[in-house]
């Protein structure tokens, strides 16, 4: 609470200090062989199958466990890595995938085209996101060993960044042998760390994978350990029980150990877009775009930010779920900056019910919680009255399909922000199925992208990006974060390469004590 009443008094006074912080690369060193490295996640995860990974501690851990075909490179864009090259044919409707030789599961089994194949097939029929991203996906062909061709119903020339995203690579033997629930107890990839044990309610144990095809990790292993606050995680990182915590918008926290010699260090690219996903759809006052007008003025996105994060220190503000001067912002979106007056009067234009209830569900996080405190106090003052509603990190799941009034969610921006549109802003998938406004207009403008080159793709997507932030009012972007690393002096990487998804796991070492 003293936190929150400080954050707030911050917000007050529009504090704010630093700039970004540039990324901090450990001085050249020997590498030690030997020890291992303990990183927090807040609860058990809901799944270590790899077809099935989708939360917060679920992706603090997929990278070390598994791998994709494509990683994203620090500018967001989809690049090969467990595969030679990555090429379209979009007359033919065909992706052809050349795989690097050599690669091993942790099981020993070879990873191979057969491997890839049975891995895109499995993926398409139970994969939780394969709705979003492998809609026109019919099947694979794998022509030698190191070869695949993927075959799509029609062009899809967003598939590299849903691959990128979600489709990790596990072993076709172990599920197989294990089953869907054995796997999922001792998952299986090509990843430098391979599970050893999973003490539900403590933690999830690996150990190195000797034969890692990048070469033989430093460390004999990584823990994943269950700490559920930050004040928890900041006591066990400085009492030594935990060697990085990573933090997302909290200034405090990190300011606090900055101070105390700790290195800090910003994800390549940003992370999370912290976003109002209104329910437009349900017969209550959300369905009067002129509500959903008045409720974005209320916020004061740019003094939250400020006090929060500093001033682009940790994270910024935007207008949709980009940055400005990426290649993906549109400068044309003119967002709803804060004005109290401007929401008042549209709240009395719609006739808003005063009696109304506006309930904001949200996942359980401290940043996430002092952001919907903030919103919610700022939107009582233009007379909305706001319950809200914490969601635990396992259930959260549970509301993508349908919400009451807003969701407050935290969407993913490793594959960028034309991905998350095309991917999330459709018709036939669970995310926003009964909510979102759903128009004809965006969804033919969608298709004709996916099926497009990249001019069109581009023209495309950011009309859509305008209509979905401007127009309709499906979506409204509180704060963008970047992950922020907070390590010791005896860790060394550039673990802020891991928080972009493109982990360099075998190459983390620490000091011998």
Known sequence: MKKIVAILTAIGLLASTGSMITPVLAEEAAPVKGGTVNIPITGDPTTLQGWMLRNSNENVLATAIYETLLRYDENGIPQPYLCESFEGDPEALTYTIKLKEGITFQDGTPFDADAVVWNLDYYKENGCLSGSYFGEYEKSEAIDESTVVVHLSSWNALFNYGLARSCYMCSPTAVEELGADGFNEAPIGTGAFKVTKWEHGEGIYTEKY???????????????????????????????????????????????????????????????????????????????????????????????????????????????????????????????????????????????????????????????????????????????????????????????????????????????????????????????????????DTLDLIAEA????????????????????????????????????????????????????????????????
């Open 210 to 440: 000797a034969d890692y095809w990048q070469g033989e990790p430093n460390l004999d292993g990584v823990n994943f350990m269950i700490y559920s606050a930050v004040a928890t995680q900041q006591a066990a990182l400085e009492k030594g029980d935990l060697d990085i915590i990573n933090l997302s918008g909290d200034a405090v926290t990190a300011e606090a150990l900055e101070a105390e010699g700790y290195t800090l260090t910003n994800a390549a690219i940003p992370a999370t877009a912290y976003t109002f996903c209104f329910n437009t759809q349900a017969d209550t006052p959300l369905a009067d775009v002129r509500v959903r007008q008045a409720i974005c003025y209320a916020i004061d996105a740019d003094k939250i930010v400020s006090a929060l994060l500093r001033d682009g220190k940790f994270g910024t503000a935007s207008n949709q779920w980009a940055i400005e001067g990426t290649s993906m912002y549109n400068d044309e979106v003119q967002g709803y900056g804060y004005d109290v007056e401007t929401a008042k009067k549209l709240l009395e234009e719609a006739n808003y019910d005063s009696d109304f209830v506006l309930k904001i569900n949200y996942q359980v996080g401290d940043f996430m919680g002092q952001l919907a405190q903030i919103c919610a106090s700022q939107l009582e003052a233009i007379g909305i009255k706001v319950e809200l509603n914490a969601i635990e990190v396992a259930n959260y799941v549970n509301y993508f399909g349908e919400w009451e009034g807003i969701l407050f969610h935290q969407m993913g921006l490793q594959n960028g922000q034309f991905s998350q549109i095309s991917a999330n802003m459709i018709t036939g998938i669970n995310f926003g199925s009964k909510t979102f406004s759903h128009r004809q």
């Open 450 to 513: 996916n099926a497009s080159g990249e001019e069109t793709l581009t023209k495309d997507l950011k009309e859509v990006v305008r209509i979905l932030f401007d127009e309709t009012v499906d979506l409204y972007t509180v704060a963008i974060t970047y992950t922020t690393a907070v390590t010791g002096p005896s860790l060394h990487s550039d673990y802020g390469v891991v928080q972009a998804n493109r982990a360099t796991w075998h190459e983390m070492w620490k000091d011998a004590e």
